[in-house]
């Protein structure tokens, strides 16, 4: 596939129709399956892509499945729940044998009970570690409500959509559990990783607007040295560090997954000469955007 065909699917039945699944959901933004009804039909391997709607997959086997998510593989252990969100490249290898149920969604499902989803769920930002590993009890909890939800989803009811909406509300409450164990929750924080915290989540909405760190520190009504000192204290990181790896990453990204040429990426990344990127790209990568691109670094 060349980078000019990286498609973009809107729902999750365009999905199933690339990769040849049979399968099709019959409620507007939404659909649960078990995923060992991948086989034999659909694809075991799919090149990158990106998708509009958000998915949560809650395995039981892994096998030698991998997931790829913007150039990085992530690493898949025992029990991993993962969550794709819209916007990211995607590209995955599945085993024959993989087990679990995949939930898909878009925000407009939940609009009306939750409508800033990500506020109340930040486990969907795309600054997130996007899998989470399970205990036991978690897995099993997960299994009993998924399993309930398939059957909710395969018996027509007057108030089905109702009760799926519920139900998904339900699990994504106790997904956000799950992450809050994976990280200390912020009334136990000290102030300098709640400002690294609220810093970093200003960089993923804000490293293509600007690149100066007194931006940043305008916005979190701190001096920019006061930033720049606490970031350091939690990361090891200059702030500058952390916004500069950011735009790196979407350099990479648009770099592999895209035709545009390298004149435009700089542009689109705000910079104001082709010359200023490329100098950027090398220095933080050692190599040209150009090399990059032919090597497939």
């Known amino acids: 596939m060349s980078k000019t065909q990286v498609p973009v699917f809107k729902n999750s039945n365009d999905l199933y129709e690339a990769i040849g699944f049979p399968h099709r959901s019959h409620i507007p933004n939404f659909d649960i399956h078990a995923i060992d009804e991948l086989e034999p039909s659909s694809s075991r391997c799919m090149p990158p892509y990106r998708q509009d709607f958000?998915?949560?997959?809650?395995?039981?086997?892994?096998?030698?499945?991998?997931?790829?998510?913007?150039?990085?593989?992530?690493?898949l252990g025992e029990h991993p729940l993962w969550f794709t969100v819209p916007g990211q490249v995607v590209s995955w290898v599945r085993d024959e044998k993989i087990a679990?149920?995949?939930?898909?969604?878009?925000?407009?499902?939940?609009?009306q009970v939750i409508p800033n989803l990500i506020e109340d769920f930040p486990f969907l930002k795309m600054s997130e570690n996007q899998v989470l590993m399970m205990t036991k009890d978690e897995l099993n909890s997960l299994l009993f409500d998924a399993k309930r939800m398939i059957s909710?989803?395969?018996?027509?009811?007057?108030y089905q959509e109702k009760m799926l909406e519920g139900m998904l509300v339900s699990i994504?409450?106790?997904?956000?559990?799950?992450?809050e164990r994976h990280k200390t929750t912020e009334n136990s924080l000290s102030r300098g990783q709640v400002i690294t915290q609220k810093f970093e989540n200003l960089v993923e909405k804000m490293y293509i607007d600007t690149k100066n760190v007194s931006d940043y520190a305008d916005v979190l009504n701190i001096t920019p040295s006061y930033l720049t000192t606490m970031?350091?204290?939690?990361?090891?990181?200059?702030?500058?560090?952390?916004?500069?790896e950011r735009l790196l990453l979407e350099s990479k990204s648009l770099l592999?997954?895209?035709d545009l040429?390298?004149?435009?990426?700089?542009?689109?990344?705000?910079?104001?000469?082709?010359?200023?990127?490329?100098?950027?790209?090398?220095?933080l990568s050692g190599t040209t955007p150009n090399r990059f691109r032919q090597e497939g670094l």
């Not at 909710?152 to 007057?158: A, C, G, I, L, Y």
């Not at 994504?172 to 992450?179: Q, S, V």
């Not at 970031?231 to 500069?244: F, L, R």
């Not at 040429?261 to 090398?282: C, M, S, V, W």
């Open 54 to 75: 958000f998915q949560i997959a809650l395995l039981t086997y892994v096998g030698n499945s991998r997931l790829n998510i913007n150039t990085d593989w992530l690493e």
């Open 100 to 111: 679990g149920f995949n939930i898909t969604f878009k925000k407009e499902f939940l609009m």
């Open 152 to 158: 909710v989803f395969q018996n027509p009811h007057p």
């Open 172 to 179: 994504l409450y106790y997904c956000k559990a799950i992450f």
């Open 231 to 244: 970031i350091k204290q939690q990361t090891g990181k200059s702030a500058k560090d952390i916004i500069q």
């Open 256 to 258: 592999k997954f895209s």
């Open 261 to 283: 040429d390298i004149a435009e990426i700089g542009y689109r990344l705000n910079f104001q000469e082709p010359t200023h990127f490329t100098r950027f790209f090398k220095k």
